[in-house]
């Protein structure tokens, strides 16, 4: 099982990313999926996951109206489109995968991880 983050970079504010993870070993929606974040001295942010049982979404209210997030089955890859960026975005963020069905959106809740990418936004 692996999850293979990308996409990450610096960028100004109000500018946009799209962060794409790639699974391998499983199929990423069996259980669902999802992206958190982690800057220093805090735990892991619950961003936007998709769930497995109604393809439902959920956003972090910091994330909604302006983050998306996409899947797709054929490549096996999920996406997260991040417009009007600000610097309080500014992490790590990681892809994420459950091994149970039904999971919240906490990290706590998930086991399958990636490396993580770097999202810099500058002001």
């Known amino acids: 099982v692996q999850l293979q983050a990308s996409g990450g970079g610096l960028v100004q504010a109000g500018g946009s990313l799209r962060l794409s993870c790639a699974a391998s070993?499983?199929?990423?929606?069996?259980?669902?999926i999802g992206w958190f974040r982690q800057v220093p001295g805090k735990g892991r942010e619950g961003v936007s996951c998709?769930?497995?049982?109604?393809?439902?979404?959920y956003y972090a209210d910091s994330a909604k109206g302006r983050f998306t997030i996409s899947r797709d089955n054929a490549k096996n890859t999920l996406y997260l489109q991040m417009n009007s960026l600000k610097p309080e975005d500014t992490a790590v963020y990681y892809c994420?995968?459950?091994?149970?069905?039904?999971?919240?959106?906490?990290?706590?809740?998930?086991?399958?991880w990636g490396q993580g990418t770097l999202v810099t936004v500058s002001s």
């Open positions: 998709i769930s497995s049982s109604d393809g439902s979404t």
């Open positions: 070993g499983f199929t990423l929606d069996f259980y669902g």
């Open positions: 994420a995968s459950p091994t149970r069905a039904g999971a919240d959106c906490r990290s706590d809740e998930y086991d399958y």
